[in-house]
């Protein structure tokens, strides 16, 4: 079996890597409303030691998770909807070249060639 015609890309690399902790996605869920977040108060909601947090913080942000901003001295953080679309499709597309839906039409067949 070759792998050489579809790869994972380097976002649905980084989107995985990023969710691959228990303690990300709780970090993550504290940005479901679409608002910003410090350092400080990511790590005071989750009960984290500060140095800890950047760490997670810095793995979201490199994997396309999250997105920053500087404000002064003061970082602030958020969800970045955009890339993580982008590798979520990315990843869709590998996962159905290896393991298509069972309702998927062959490749090549749309409902109005093949059936």
């Not at 050489?4 to 709780?26: F, I, Y």
Request: glycine share 6%; hydrophobic share 35%; proline share 5%.
């Amino acid at each position: 079996m070759t792998t050489d015609a579809v790869q994972l890309s380097e976002a649905a690399r980084g989107l995985l890597k990023a969710l691959a902790s228990d303690t990300r996605q709780q970090i993550l869920l504290l940005f479901a409303g679409g608002g910003e977040l410090t350092v400080n108060e990511v790590a005071e909601r989750l009960s984290l030691a500060q140095s800890a947090t950047s760490t997670h913080l810095a793995t979201l942000r490199e994997g396309g998770v999250l997105t920053s901003r500087r404000e002064w001295k003061t970082v602030y953080y958020r969800a970045d909807p955009e890339r993580i679309n982008r590798a979520l499709l990315d990843l869709q597309s590998l996962l159905h070249a290896c393991c298509p839906p069972q309702d998927a039409p062959a490749p090549g067949c749309s409902p109005s060639t093949c059936g």
